[in-house]
């Protein structure tokens, strides 16, 4: 359940524990300018924790300022209020050690698949050949070896974002950002994408904050499940998902009883907000 | 290689697609023999009826000249050269005007184009003055070059670099502002710098844009150099045309055209040779991957 406050107890991040890797978002608000020059809410005062480690999955109608707060949590965007801690540390520009993954493939078209994971490293600092090894492990971690010198433009969708989850996990980030990775995905790659996924987060273990408005998706893959309102964007309830790990296949983990139990009880809170975010757009458009 | 069960339908299938295959080609090659051949009878038609017009006096050949005499000439000066020395001479004269002027115009034009780009509060300062000096007719700029530089090759190639500066900037410029959001996003948690962004980012992005310009810029740069020659100059296949002009001879006027044309279509394609390796990394357009 959203955590209470030990804020005050780490002020320079660790390396004895993990404690590096917990995200605390705090009374975070976020307000857009709109073209006729009035101010909008997106995002009020949204807190939550992620534990080191954890997977997170935030799930919440369309409009929500989900992608919103995960712009704040990378630090390409500032909040208007409030907080994120990343570490203990006031996430303040691009956090470091922070991977993000997006819906739409963020590859570079001009670079092979193994330029494109080689990147990482390489801003790092990591000496070019070094970095091509890496890229080159990566690779083969997601089942894509043999494909380092094509272009992505040459890869399928789920082939493109295995490339896109290499590129993500070559720097071995503490944090890990993804909005809606297999949003665009057909359901049968998206099952064996997300138990790839699975699989590769037990290796290394970084917190995750995942973005999806799949339900299913973030019961089947998350420790967490934060359910957001919308207009403005707020947490309605926490869900901790108690199922055992190391989880399997997805597609199967579906039909356990004790899934499809969590999975209701989440359902019944976020239906509610999904309707209400229905009705408002349904309204507005008649 | 195949089992007994699946041979025989296998054995259908490739017939079929060779067969298929072979008539798609002929197809093909049909449509070949009639493109080049309606080619070639345009080109008939057109210098054909330029030939026959001009001797049957039908239309003067003293003020539009003549294929037969155009081609007589070009020969003329290749093996005579001009009052002034080889033809050879300026040939070489133009062609390095218009190669400087191509590459330090595209030069500046890239740098000033991608620095802009990524800066907005200098390109909304220099905006409306870019505009401005766009709006200028640069041509006459040529006289202004000839006046401070002599008749050198100096005044030339600013001139063509001038010319070719403002069709590349505005490529560049525009083809940083199409970069993709997400991937700079993206290049930015990986931790990039400013600097790798530019390197890794911007610039391939932008190139296409770029590339695209540097087909007409090659253009101009040859018409910057060739007006620049015109308005005075030593050498110069300019000032070949304006000798030609200036003793009424439309033949040698046409003579200088033609060997612009041709310099005009080498480097074309050279630019295109460049734009194959530079920009390898696109999928192929679909009208490339013929569908049958």
């Excluded at chain 1, 520009?93 to 390489?122: H, I, Y």
């Excluded at chain 2, 008939?44 to 003020?63: A, H």
């Excluded at chain 2, 490529?171 to 890794?200: P, T, Y």
């Amino acid at each position: 359940m959203a955590s209470g406050n030990d804020l005050a107890s780490m002020p320079v991040a660790n390396f004895t524990g993990r404690e590096d890797s917990r995200i605390e978002v705090t009374g975070l608000t976020k307000r857009f300018l709109t073209p006729k020059g009035e101010a909008f809410t997106a995002l009020r005062d949204v807190t939550f924790t992620v534990e080191p480690g954890q997977f997170c999955a935030v799930v919440g109608p369309t409009g929500c300022g989900k992608s919103t707060t995960l712009g704040m949590v990378s630090g390409l965007d500032r909040p208007s209020a409030g907080s994120v801690r990343v570490g203990g540390r006031e996430v303040d520009g691009v956090t470091e050690g922070v991977s993000f993954m997006f819906q739409a493939d963020a590859l570079l078209p001009w670079k092979t698949v193994l330029g494109n994971v080689e990147l990482g490293p390489t801003f790092r600092g990591v000496p070019k050949k070094q970095a091509r090894a890496l890229a080159r492990d990566w690779l083969r971690r997601v089942g894509l070896a043999g494909f380092e010198d094509h272009h992505p433009h040459q890869l399928s969708g789920g082939m493109r974002k295995r490339v896109g989850m290499a590129a993500a996990l070559v720097n071995e980030p503490k944090i890990l950002l993804m909005d809606e990775p297999f949003g665009a995905l057909d359901v049968q790659t998206k099952a064996i994408m997300q138990t790839e996924l699975l699989g590769l987060w037990e290796q290394l273990r970084p917190s995750v904050l995942f973005i999806t408005h799949d339900l299913d998706e973030a019961v089947a893959l998350a420790d967490r499940v934060v359910v957001m309102t919308s207009g403005p964007g707020s947490v309605k309830a926490v869900y901790d998902v108690d199922l055992p790990r190391p989880r399997g296949a997805v597609q199967d983990l579906r039909y356990e009883p004790r899934f499809i139990d969590i999975q209701h009880r989440i359902w019944d809170s976020l239906r509610e907000e999904v309707e209400r975010a229905y009705a408002r757009t349904a309204g507005g458009n008649a | 290689m195949s089992t007994v069960t699946d041979a025989v339908p296998a054995q259908w299938g490739s017939d079929t697609d060779t067969a298929a295959s072979r008539a798609a080609k002929r197809a093909r090659r049909r449509r070949l023999t009639w493109l080049w051949t309606a080619r070639v009878a345009f080109a008939v038609v057109m210098i054909g009826g330029w030939q026959l017009f001009t001797t049957w006096k039908i239309v003067d050949p003293f003020f539009y000249g003549q294929p037969s005499g155009i081609w007589k000439r070009t020969l003329d000066l290749f093996e005579h050269g001009t009052e002034f020395g080889s033809f050879w001479t300026d040939i070489f004269t133009t062609l390095k005007e218009a190669v400087y002027g191509f590459g330090f115009g595209s030069a500046a034009g890239i740098v000033l184009g991608v620095a802009l780009g990524q800066n907005r509060f200098l390109a909304e300062v220099l905006g409306p003055y870019i505009k401005i000096v766009n709006a200028i007719p640069r041509i006459v700029l040529g006289s202004i070059f000839i006046v401070a530089f002599g008749i050198g090759i100096t005044p030339k190639v600013l001139l063509s670099a001038v010319l070719v500066f403002f069709v590349v900037f505005f490529n560049a410029f525009q083809g940083v502002r199409e970069v993709d959001r997400g991937i700079l996003s993206n290049v930015k948690v990986l931790g990039a710098s400013q600097l790798q962004i530019v390197r890794h980012v911007t610039v391939p992005s932008a190139l296409t844009w770029i590339i695209a310009s540097l087909h007409t810029a090659f253009g101009f740069a040859i018409v910057g150099a060739l007006v620049g020659e015109v308005l005075g100059a030593q050498h110069g296949v300019g000032l070949v045309i304006r000798t030609a002009q200036g003793s009424l001879d439309p033949d040698g006027v046409f003579a200088g055209m033609l060997v612009i044309a041709v310099i005009t279509l080498v480097a074309e394609f050279l630019i295109t040779l460049l734009e194959r390796r530079l920009l390898s990394w696109r999928p192929p357009s679909p009208t490339e991957a013929a569908a049958i």
